[in-house]
């Protein structure tokens, strides 16, 4: 089945760079996600990768992927107070025969924690 | 604002009770989502509803029950509830994934916290 996974708590200081890993296991995802969630508010989509792409990076944030090894990390460069959340990686399983895609599966989510 | 509208955003009750949350999703979207977040279980799929119907069920309680009316907004009912209920709930919606191909991403609901006593 699916399974997400992803380490609980990382903190880092302010300006230093964040890495937050995650392993899937599903290997039909065309698509692979970071999500944000600050305290109160729901999840916001933050970043994605396109399973074909072994890098992508947008002005502080870098995907990664290792599709052999099923490994995807973000790292957020110049970590700031504000970049402290929960971030979640997802995958979207697709059923292969189909077409059709299963469900958003999360990870467990990686509580950052940014120190002046 | 994301565009997807949960009520309440709190809701306190005791055991035993029956509640139900309600969500809007963003204007186009067709499909709705519904996840239970909890300290001990992480982000868990319950349901998914396109169109008015029922697509997909995750770890969903037969306690609980959801559907999606002609205006596209959905309701999850708790019925019965237990302490361990206690959890944010999420709504999110997305346009119909018709490609493997073809990027899609949910756009969440800020939620609605249940707290049973």
């Known amino acids: 089945g699916e399974d997400v996974e992803q380490s609980l708590f990382l903190s880092v200081r302010e300006g230093d760079s964040s890495v937050i890993n995650c392993t899937y296991t599903?290997?039909?995802?065309?698509?692979l996600y970071w999500y944000k969630q600050e305290p109160g508010a729901g999840l916001q989509l933050l970043t994605y990768?396109?399973?074909?792409?072994d890098m992508k990076q947008d002005q502080r944030l870098t995907v990664l992927l290792n599709k052999k090894d099923k490994h995807l990390s973000l790292r957020i460069a110049d970590t700031q107070t504000g970049d402290s959340a929960i971030y979640f990686c997802?995958?979207?399983?697709?059923?292969?025969?189909?077409?059709?895609?299963?469900?958003?599966?999360f990870g467990s989510g990686t509580q950052l924690t940014v120190l002046p | 604002d994301s565009g997807v509208t949960q009520t309440p955003k709190h809701l306190i009750t005791a055991t035993g009770q029956r509640v139900t949350l309600r969500c809007s999703p963003r204007?186009?979207?067709?499909?709705v989502y519904w996840y239970q977040q909890s300290l001990d279980q992480g982000l868990q799929f319950l349901i998914h509803y396109y169109n008015g119907e029922e697509r997909a069920k995750g770890n969903i309680l037969e306690r609980f029950s959801a559907q999606q009316f002609p205006d596209l907004h959905s309701e999850l009912n708790l019925s019965s509830l237990e302490l361990g209920d206690s959890a944010l709930y999420f709504c999110?919606?997305?346009?119909?994934?018709?490609?493997?191909?073809?990027?899609?991403?949910?756009?969440f609901g800020s939620g609605t916290r249940l707290t049973v006593v």
């Open positions: 599903d290997s039909s995802s065309t698509y």
């Open positions: 204007s186009g979207d067709l499909s």
């Open positions: 990768i396109f399973s074909n792409m």
């Open positions: 997802a995958e979207f399983p697709r059923d292969i025969s189909s077409g059709s895609a299963r469900q958003l599966t």
């Open positions: 999110a919606s997305s346009v119909e994934v018709r490609s493997p191909f073809q990027f899609s991403s949910y756009t």
